[in-house]
């Protein structure tokens, strides 16, 4: 389960991590009996990422500002998620910004720091600059410096990163977390270091354990988010990133880059549709380069999306090189092609059957979504029998390819 930022900022206190005076605003009236000077930011509190580009991170000089600004955060949607409350924080000064995270490497079973020099929104530069540790023992300080120095941080920023990263250590060790992040850790022109935005992650298991956590979960604002059964529920302790649209939607989207879903969302919406869920698999949410991996972890989320029976529709959105696309495309045949042999023939007038060019086989297309994929970059001979075989709709323009997904999600309500 995800935590609010404010609820991480409240825990970042606790273990004497810095962070800004900041003032909780449930109401735009509460903006009236503000305590911490202008200017002041105010911030969506939703669990989606990529708020700033979106208009839920502004910034406000005075108190009319504010008002006009919270209310507009507080009737703009993320991701279907509107914000129950906002997080008026002072504004900071700062020269740099870096990412840190704790995690679990589930390879190593060990826990894992993560550190780049480079912080903020440009994820494919944090990306770029990321560093890792493995805790292989018990741990010890020498483990944060480690990271700091692969960083590349020098002087004084070494000890003050590096007592940091201990810190958030021993909160991911003293509650349990499957993991915490600072993004951006920034610096101000003195060398001071402040957390600016955090993400953590709590253990749904542990909260018996840690009645404070347990508060902080009643705490969180009722949302579409929360209503969904445990059996769909997948969080960040895999190597995705997954956002919860609507429990009534019908339509799953999957892009390499969740600023791409969270844009995809909103053009599924405007058209008319139900987005259900939306998936990010990319370098971005997994951390990992090699095109094997990037495959089956491909295959692995098209197998998530399929085993929710909710979703109709499945819209592929991949923007990427030549060999990139075709090895999506490869990934998507592949697993249609399994699918295929495992679901057995259902002898009905009723069910739409394809025949594979070239072979007798057979399959029930009612138990997969409809596919609609899109591939930016690289051309693909659609029309070959490799792909034509294969139950999907390859649309090349975007805006097809949204107005076909809804209206087979559309037509797939009615039925």
């Not at 994929?373 to 029998?385: F, K, M, P, Q, T």
């Given at each position: ?253 999957l892009c390499n880059g969740s600023d791409l ?85 259902v002898p009905s007038q009723a069910t739409r ?63």
């Amino acid at each position: 389960m995800d935590l609010l930022e404010y609820q991480a900022k409240e825990l970042f206190r606790e273990m004497g991590i810095p962070v800004l005076p900041s003032q909780r605003i449930d109401h735009t009236r509460d903006l009236k009996r503000l305590q911490i000077p202008y200017p002041v930011v105010l911030k969506s509190q939703v669990r989606a990422g990529g708020r700033g580009r979106v208009g839920g991170v502004r910034f406000a000089e005075n108190t009319i500002d504010a008002i006009a600004a919270a209310q507009a955060i507080f009737n703009l949607p993320i991701l279907g998620e509107y914000p129950q409350v906002l997080l008026a924080e002072a504004k900071y000064d700062v020269t740099r910004e870096f990412y840190l995270a704790v995690t679990l490497d589930y390879n190593a079973r060990r826990p894992v720091l993560l550190g780049s020099s480079q912080g903020g929104m440009n994820v494919e530069a944090v990306m770029e600059q990321m560093q890792q540790v493995i805790v292989e023992e018990e741990f010890s300080p020498f483990y944060a410096r480690r990271l700091a120095v692969k960083m590349g941080l020098k002087g004084n920023l070494i000890g003050s990163v590096s007592c940091i990263l201990e810190k958030m250590y021993q909160l991911f060790v003293q509650k349990d977390l499957d993991g915490l992040e600072i993004n951006p850790l920034g610096v101000s022109a003195t060398g001071e270091v402040m957390a600016l935005d955090g993400k953590i992650t709590v253990n749904d298991a542990a909260f018996n354990r840690h009645p404070d956590l347990a508060m902080l979960a009643a705490e969180m604002p009722e949302s579409e988010m929360t209503k969904e059964t445990p059996l769909e529920t997948y969080n960040n302790t895999s190597q995705s990133s997954l956002n919860w649209v609507n429990r009534d939607g019908n339509i799953g989207i999957l892009c390499n880059g969740s600023d791409l879903a969270i844009a995809m969302a909103d053009l599924v919406t405007r058209a008319g549709g139900s987005p259900r869920l939306c998936l990010s698999v990319s370098e971005e949410a997994s951390g990992d380069l090699s095109a094997a991996s990037r495959g089956e972890k491909l295959e692995q989320e098209l197998e998530r999306f399929v085993q929710n029976k909710n979703i109709k529709v499945l819209l592929v959105n991949i923007v990427g090189s030549a060999a990139v696309n075709e090895e999506v495309a490869s990934s998507i045949v592949n697993y249609l092609q399994r699918k295929v042999n495992d679901i057995p023939e259902v002898p009905s007038q009723a069910t739409r059957r394809f025949r594979p060019r070239g072979s007798d086989r057979r399959y029930d297309q009612k138990s997969l979504p409809q596919f609609i994929v899109r591939l930016l970059g690289g051309e693909i001979d659609y029309s070959s029998e490799h792909f034509a075989s294969m139950p999907v709709n390859w649309i090349d323009n975007l805006e097809d390819a949204i107005a076909q997904a809804v209206s087979l999600a559309k037509s797939t309500a009615k039925t």
